[in-house]
């Protein structure tokens, strides 16, 4: 287990592994079509951050396994529709906000800013003219993940 999670319950602990990858189905399925780039750019995210030298590593380490099969894995749970999977999602990722003061804040604040990456990075991965990285409506909303607050600013 990742030492900054010690003080987490069990489905606290879940919640934090399984985040990354609710970001990627929530950003990249916002305009109703989960595209295989989005989820491509989603695991580029995961491995890059893998080999970095951040408070982050030994997280991406675990959460990096097998990562394209949990978001398939993932996506299967949740219904195909977009407006029925969307609310979901995000009311399982206002969960966080419960987790911050249970963090180390150097972890916590790393933790949210590659959320906030990933789900930029996943929005502007596909779409647009001929593939041109323009983001739809749909995946800016839910890309500056507005349901998190800021564990810096909690």
């Known amino acids: 287990?990742?030492?900054?999670?010690?003080?987490?319950?069990?489905?606290?602990?879940?919640?934090?592994?399984?985040?990354?990858?609710?970001?990627?189905?929530?950003?990249?399925?916002?305009?109703?079509?989960?595209?295989?780039?989005?989820?491509?750019?989603?695991?580029?995210?995961?491995?890059?951050?893998?080999?970095?030298?951040?408070?982050?590593?030994?997280?991406?380490?675990?959460?990096?396994?097998?990562?394209?099969?949990?978001?398939?894995?993932?996506?299967?749970?949740?219904p195909y529709e977009s407006t029925q999977r969307t609310p979901l999602i995000v009311e399982e990722l206002q969960g966080l906000n419960q987790l911050w003061p249970k963090l180390d804040r150097v972890f916590a604040s790393a933790y949210y800013t590659m959320l906030k990456n990933l789900a930029s990075r996943i929005a502007s991965s596909s779409g647009g003219l001929l593939g041109m990285k323009r983001v739809s409506p749909e995946e800016a909303r839910y890309a500056a993940l507005p349901m998190i607050v800021d564990p810096g600013k909690s």
Do not use: N, W
């Open 1 to 78: 287990m990742i030492p900054q999670l010690d003080k987490l319950t069990d489905a606290e602990a879940e919640l934090i592994l399984r985040a990354p990858v609710l970001v990627c189905i929530l950003v990249a399925g916002a305009d109703g079509h989960i595209d295989r780039k989005e989820i491509k750019e989603a695991i580029a995210v995961a491995r890059k951050q893998k080999e970095s030298a951040s408070v982050l590593s030994g997280f991406f380490t675990i959460m990096a396994e097998d990562f394209e099969d949990k978001i398939k894995i993932l996506i299967q749970s949740y």
